[in-house]
């Protein structure tokens, strides 16, 4: 089944009541704000709301470890979502929290899978409060497809492919770190924030603006992206795959593994 990556809010207003679109409020945020506050504060009609934690693991590097087969598909079954469902996942932060789940799905074999663009800015209205009465759903999680992912180990011996640092450049260049051990970035990557895939509307930029950044960053034949924690960086995947690049991959654990382990840290800008 062809779908996605996006979906635009037009599509979604279209679609939304169809029996095999399941739609999954996303938001997520790292400090201050709360997303289930926010989604019973107000979302789109049907969606279900699904908590970050509930598709982290308990093993592995970084903070937000990718879960195991079993948990991943028991959280998409108590959402809703059976192996024929159209997939729309939505944040309010230029799809740097919704890519996450899109990546988990397509991790776990669910190519049905999409993000609606613009987040639930683009929707608009009507916003609703209720919560749905959804029934489980059949969904089977293949094995997670691991040519998606590297740990510490395979970054550190990373030759040939930009390795790409996805979030903001002061703690890229090590001027700040709010939370994770250390401050800097991991020798030799490149800094390429997220943020600036977006227009100010919110939405993704265009294929031909998304080619543009990436081949400047020499990953027209692939890179691999980490972040803090291996969420906002899922991002870069989501941007490579509506630029139509491939090869895109991301460091599970990201900084949060990395600058827990007796490995090397660069500070500063980019040479």
Same mark, same amino acid.
């Not at 709360?34 to 093993?59: Q, W």
């Not at 979502?81 to 929290?97: F, L």
């Not at 991991?186 to 895939?197: D, I, K, T």
């Given at each position: 089944?062809?779908?996605?990556?996006?979906?635009?809010?037009?599509? @979604?207003?279209?679609?939304?009541?169809? !029996?095999?679109?399941?739609?999954?409020?996303?938001?997520?945020?790292? #400090?201050?704000? $709360?997303?289930?506050?926010?989604? %019973? $504060?107000?979302?789109? !009609?049907?969606?279900?709301?699904?908590?970050?934690?509930?598709?982290?693991?308990?093993?592995?590097?970084?903070?937000?470890?990718? !879960?195991?087969?079993? /948990?991943?598909?028991?959280?998409?079954?108590?959402?809703?979502?059976?192996?024929?469902?159209?997939?729309?996942?939505?944040?309010?932060?230029?799809?740097?929290?919704?890519? *996450?789940?899109?990546? @988990?799905?397509?991790?776990?074999?669910? /190519?049905?899978?999409?993000? =609606?663009?613009?987040?639930?800015?683009?929707?608009?209205?009507?916003?609703?409060?209720?919560? &749905?009465?959804?029934?489980?759903?059949?969904?089977?999680?293949?094995?997670?497809?691991?040519?998606?992912?590297?740990?510490? #180990?395979?970054?550190?011996?990373?030759?040939?492919?930009?390795?790409?640092?996805?979030?903001?450049?002061?703690?890229?260049?090590?001027?700040?770190? +709010?939370?994770? &051990?250390?401050?800097?970035?991991? +020798?030799?990557? =490149?800094?390429? !924030?997220?943020?600036? $895939?977006?227009?100010?509307?919110? #939405?993704? #930029?265009?294929?031909?603006?998304?080619?543009?950044?990436?081949?400047?960053?020499?990953?027209?034949?692939?890179?691999?992206?980490?972040?803090?924690?291996?969420?906002?960086?899922? /991002?870069?995947?989501?941007?490579?795959?509506?630029?139509?690049?491939?090869?895109? *991959?991301?460091?599970?654990?990201?900084? %949060?593994?990395?600058? $827990?382990?007796?490995?090397?840290?660069?500070?500063? &800008?980019? &040479?």
């Amino acid at each position: 089944m062809s779908f996605g990556p996006l979906v635009s809010a037009d599509w @979604l207003h279209a679609h939304v009541g169809d !029996p095999d679109v399941r739609v999954i409020d996303f938001r997520w945020y790292l #400090k201050g704000r $709360n997303g289930r506050d926010e989604y %019973s $504060n107000g979302h789109i !009609p049907g969606a279900v709301f699904v908590e970050l934690d509930a598709v982290t693991g308990s093993g592995g590097g970084g903070r937000h470890p990718l !879960p195991a087969r079993e /948990q991943f598909e028991g959280a998409m079954r108590a959402a809703g979502v059976s192996d024929h469902s159209r997939v729309v996942v939505y944040d309010d932060a230029g799809a740097s929290v919704a890519a *996450r789940l899109w990546f @988990l799905l397509r991790y776990f074999g669910h /190519q049905a899978a999409a993000v =609606l663009d613009g987040g639930i800015g683009a929707w608009g209205a009507p916003l609703v409060t209720d919560v &749905p009465d959804v029934a489980p759903g059949d969904f089977r999680a293949s094995e997670p497809d691991a040519t998606l992912v590297l740990d510490f #180990k395979a970054v550190s011996e990373l030759r040939g492919v930009p390795l790409i640092d996805a979030r903001a450049g002061e703690r890229y260049r090590g001027e700040t770190e +709010p939370i994770d &051990p250390k401050a800097g970035h991991v +020798p030799g990557a =490149l800094s390429a !924030p997220f943020s600036e $895939n977006v227009q100010q509307d919110g #939405k993704l #930029k265009s294929r031909e603006d998304l080619r543009r950044r990436y081949a400047e960053l020499g990953a027209d034949e692939g890179a691999v992206f980490y972040c803090g924690s291996g969420v906002n960086a899922s /991002q870069h995947l989501l941007a490579m795959a509506v630029a139509g690049l491939p090869n895109a *991959r991301l460091y599970a654990g990201s900084w %949060s593994d990395w600058s $827990n382990r007796d490995l090397p840290v660069a500070t500063g &800008p980019e &040479p």
